[in-house]
């Protein structure tokens, strides 16, 4: 490397830090170094502004700081020493510091676009996202027609959660740049995130026009066509991309979803022919995709009867696969218990585990022991339920699900209740973002007469899962007790209308 050359240039580019400093000094041109006396008071400003501005490029920055503010006291409305004492408090990592300067610098100079981008980028850095979106605006009306600073201001209403001003932005990048995959994946993002499904296929349609047929935004696409209401499109778009890959169990679940949707039963019955047909899926994947059926079904019920018959497919078309039965019996099992056909349910389970092997696939025999319990407690015979469980927590005393559910059973018989706290503690402990354990304490807390713990505990809980209608009803009785009749009837009228809104079946 030549040094000489290297320091030439620091040197060169130091001069022209200097002259732009010393520009904004004086609203007067800059004299020239002739007419000045050696010793002039603009001369030792110029060496001083030298001296700190290689000081900072060697990142000796305590010193250029010194000596920026000995600058400033002398011209205290100079913009452009703001500026580098700012630059200089960031090498510092004073951050609140940089701040103060930057936004002096700022005041005293609005128009000028890079004291507004190092604003920008220290209020960032500060996550104070209003400022940062202020100036933003600001650098986008400076430099009409450019999409960088667009770009900026999106992505900072986007930092702030403000998606409907992100969109709008993206927008206007895309008036500007029609074809900016950037902006089309982030309109598209948002428009799914506000559910704008419909207005979501426009930059989709555009994003697959510039790539090679990219399975993931196909899925997609079929997936706003099913829930556009589109069923015709959504089939089209799932049986072409399967017609590529026949593997591709999203495409066969969006598939299967469209003839639920539609209540297309025979579509339904070609379609799961088909699949079963397909020797690149696997007899596991088939069981995965019948318990994703059983899954949805109890928040859908429209999901319980193909589930139903999928499982019934599986049955007659491998009934020699007994090893892999077990994990079917068991899907199925929690399927009956979730329809209310609950004595279905325990003759199935109970048959399912007793037979041969049953405990060798542990995490499956706790799940089927799990919904048998749960059966038991609906039945009517929390005994049944408490025994169940226990044998399961020797079997696996760090489960906190079943630990969980022990402590609930014995929170509505009423007796155990410190033995229930300390169960529910800990399951809480192990995940304290569970709304589900997080009733279960509260319940419990209430039943011992802890109202004002039992109130604050499940307030947590609702607003994690506001969808669960149970909590609501621990609520309600909650406020009850502490005597707030409005909130208690607040709560009741929100958990009957949450199910309302949930499948009711009838029990068996």
Not at 300 to 320: C, H, L, N, Q, T
Request: net charge neutral.
């Amino acid at each position: 490397m030549n040094i000489p050359c290297l320091m030439q240039s620091l040197i060169s580019r130091l001069s022209v830090i200097c002259l732009i400093l010393l520009s904004a000094c004086s609203s007067r041109p800059l004299l020239s170094v002739s007419a000045i006396a050696p010793d002039s008071l603009s001369e030792a400003t110029k060496r001083e502004i030298v001296a700190a501005s290689l000081q900072s490029a060697k990142g000796e920055y305590h010193e250029a700081v010194s000596r920026y503010r000995k600058l400033l006291a002398a011209q205290p409305s100079n913009a452009a020493l703001h500026y580098a004492l700012s630059q200089a408090y960031i090498g510092l990592g004073v951050i609140d510091s940089a701040r103060l300067y930057s936004e002096k610098s700022v005041i005293l100079n609005p128009g000028n676009k890079y004291y507004l981008r190092l604003l920008a980028a220290i209020s960032r850095q500060m996550r104070d996202y209003s400022q940062t979106a202020d100036l933003d605006r600001q650098l986008v009306a400076l430099e009409p027609g450019r999409t960088e600073p667009l770009f900026a201001l999106a992505f900072d209403y986007l930092a702030a959660d403000q998606f409907e001003k992100a969109l709008a932005v993206f927008q206007d990048i895309l008036k500007l740049d029609p074809k900016n995959e950037t902006a089309l994946s982030q309109a598209l993002l948002i428009e799914i995130k506000l559910t704008n499904y419909k207005d979501a296929i426009v930059p989709l349609t555009a994003l697959l026009e510039r790539s090679d047929g990219q399975e993931k935004l196909r899925l997609t696409l079929g997936e706003l066509y099913l829930q556009t209401g589109q069923h015709d499109l959504a089939v089209k778009t799932f049986k072409e991309i399967l017609q590529e890959n026949h593997r591709l169990l999203p495409a066969w679940l969006g598939l299967f979803e469209v003839s639920v949707k539609s209540g297309n039963k025979v579509a339904f019955l070609e379609d799961l022919h088909l699949f079963h047909k397909t020797s690149q899926i696997s007899f596991e994947q088939k069981i995965g995709v019948a318990q994703f059926f059983a899954a949805r079904s109890i928040r859908d019920s429209s999901f319980v009867e193909p589930a139903f018959v999928m499982i019934g497919e599986i049955k007659k078309r491998y009934p020699d696969k007994s090893r892999m039965m077990f994990r079917l019996r068991v899907v199925e099992g929690e399927l009956l218990f979730h329809a209310g056909k609950v004595k279905q349910a325990v003759l199935l389970l109970e048959n399912a585990v007793h037979s041969k092997n049953a405990k060798k696939q542990k995490w499956l025999y706790l799940q089927a022991n799990s919904i048998l319990a749960l059966c038991y407690d609906n039945l009517g015979y929390p005994e049944k339920s408490i025994a169940l469980y226990e044998s399961s927590l020797r079997l696996d005393p760090g489960n906190i699900l079943i630990t969980n559910n022990l402590a609930y059973v014995l929170a509505s018989q009423g007796t155990e209740l410190l033995r229930a706290k300390k169960l529910a503690m800990k399951a809480v402990a192990a995940e304290p973002a569970n709304a589900g354990y997080l009733d279960t304490l509260g319940w419990i807390l209430f039943r011992m007469g802890e109202y004002e713990n039992a109130g604050e505990i499940l307030e947590k809980a609702v607003g994690m899962d506001p969808g669960e209608s149970e909590i609501f009803d621990h609520l309600s009785q909650v406020y009850e007790k502490l005597g707030n009749k409005l909130k208690a009837m607040e709560m009741r009228e929100r958990a009957q209308k949450l199910k309302g809104t949930q499948p009711s079946a009838p029990v068996d």
